[in-house]
């Protein structure tokens, strides 16, 4: 199973489906209001994708978007990060690596995409 993380940062209504449209088959997912959890799925390469929008993650501005299962768009959570960036225009980031759930935090620095482009930098 693989699992991709990322946070965006003042999520539009339909920002996430408008782009996961483009990237995933049979996309269900209704994020018209952003405000709550929201949870979808859809189809990548045959295999279910499960798909949950957490909004309010790291001080209320950011949104976590959490994508499980078999076969993923991307490998890592930096290429899904690049490619909402993309989509989205508003500023995301990521973990810089393979961090485990349980595992302790090596550092604090994250990945973040923006206008100014890519940096690793101490989320605060």
């Known amino acids: 199973m693989q699992d991709l993380e990322i946070y965006i940062r003042d999520i539009k209504p339909g920002a ?3 782009w996961l449209e483009g990237q995933l088959d049979q996309l269900q997912l209704d994020d ?3 405000s709550s959890v929201m949870k979808g799925t859809a189809i990548h390469n045959g295999e279910r994708v499960r798909i949950t929008l957490y909004p ?3 001080g209320k501005r950011f949104t976590s978007l959490v994508m499980e299962g078999e076969r993923l768009p991307w490998n890592t959570d930096l290429e899904c990060a690049r490619s909402a960036w993309r989509a989205v225009e508003t500023e995301v980031r990521c973990s810089p690596g393979d961090w ?3 595992e302790p935090v090596e550092e604090d620095k994250w990945w973040r995409l923006d ?5 690793q930098v101490v989320w605060n």
């Open 16 to 18: 996430v489906s408008g």
């Open 32 to 34: 018209s209001d952003v």
């Open 56 to 58: 309010g993650a790291f």
């Open 100 to 102: 485990k759930e349980g």
């Open 115 to 119: 206008h100014r482009g890519e940096q």
